[in-house]
């Protein structure tokens, strides 16, 4: 049996505790974060983990195989640039920088040391999503004609005064935060997008990034992606509809304020009418981080191309830019 993987983690906060919790007895190793008290915090919950504020220290260690980056966005692709120089594989959090420039610079690194990076996309990994890919996969929804995202929260007191308002820190609003995981969603059902139309608008906070975002994607087959995102979502919302010439998936809820998340399977009967229905709760919530964890330790193990990885968050982050383009918000182009 291989021994298992050890682990750097950059970036404390509620995402870097989630990838934490996720991490089995001895394999986090360093806890990094500039806040040394949250750095400490979470070392604590790991016996044996060391704290640091200076993330050298553990790109400097050989026992350290793997790095995960949870930062804010603006910190993601230079510290996953600097850990894949050092030869270190990389579990990314979404949405991998601020930029598809910055993350074509981490794809060019990757190739040089030939280290795996996965970007983090982890509703893939929830168990509505899974349920889905299984019946597309078996062909239960006959040949995919289109579907339809919708995925929205209604932020909270100050949230227009948060790192995410800062196109500096975040690289945009609601597209590029929440936005990004319908966008990486749609591909993986309906696969590359030729023809990207839609809009970014800011309607009710007060900040210089969107608020809401409306997208209108097509495969060159034809296949349509429709997709609204919103932080003007005052109750929190995810669904998301796969149409097929058989069959439609409905899944709705991703658990906690979204909602109990569920998977409903609706066949169309040969004399047409109301479908045959089936339906999943999951009411215990998702382990998707777990699962996620165990494809990329997967993807080391088996020398295997991740997905979603570099290629996947490069493409996703350019539909995002041809949207903020069109919509009149600046792109940082470095």
């Not at 949250?38 to 016996?47: G, N, S, Y």
């Not at 069959?247 to 004399?271: F, H, N, W």
């Not at 990329?296 to 191309?305: G, K, L, S, T």
Request: proline letters at 5%; aromatic letters at 8%; hydrophobic letters at 45%.
């Amino acid at each position: 049996m291989a021994a298992a993987l050890q682990y750097a983690i950059v970036g404390c906060g509620l995402i870097g505790r989630k990838r934490a919790a996720s991490l089995q007895p001895g394999q986090l190793r360093y806890a990094c974060d500039l806040d040394a008290a949250r750095a400490a915090e979470l070392a604590a919950t790991h016996p044996g983990a060391r704290p640091l504020t200076e993330f050298t220290a553990a790109l400097n260690d050989p026992a350290v195989a793997a790095v995960i980056v949870a930062t804010l966005n603006a910190a993601l692709a230079p510290l996953a640039l600097a850990a894949v120089r050092a030869g270190k594989h990389v579990l990314l959090e979404k949405p991998g920088a601020l930029n598809a420039v910055q993350l074509r610079a981490v794809a060019d690194a990757a190739a040089q040391t030939g280290v795996k990076v996965r970007i983090g996309y982890n509703h893939r990994f929830h168990p509505a999503l899974q349920q889905a890919r299984e019946l597309v996969d078996a062909g239960a929804l006959g040949p995919l004609m289109f579907l339809r995202g919708r995925y929205g929260h209604g932020g909270r007191t100050g949230y227009d005064r948060e790192w995410r308002a800062d196109p500096k820190l975040s690289g945009g609003g609601e597209l590029i935060d929440q936005g990004v995981h319908l966008i990486d969603l749609a591909s993986w059902f309906l696969g590359d997008f030729s023809t990207v139309e839609g809009h970014a608008a800011t309607y009710y906070w007060d900040m210089p990034v969107d608020d809401n975002a409306f997208l209108s994607l097509r495969t060159s087959g034809g296949q349509t992606a429709w997709l609204q995102v919103s932080c003007t979502e005052w109750k929190n919302l995810f669904s998301l509809e796969l149409y097929g010439r058989d069959a439609k998936i409905a899944i709705d809820g991703l658990g906690g304020s979204y909602g109990v998340e569920k998977c409903t399977y609706y066949r169309m009967l040969p004399q047409m009418g109301p479908p045959e229905t089936t339906v999943w709760d999951y009411p215990a919530g998702d382990n998707s981080w777990a699962l996620e964890l165990a494809a990329f330790e997967e993807d080391i193990q088996a020398d295997r191309v991740p997905s979603p990885g570099l290629r996947e968050g490069i493409r996703t982050l350019e539909i995002v830019e041809s949207i903020y383009r069109s919509s009149g918000f600046p792109v940082l182009e470095s």
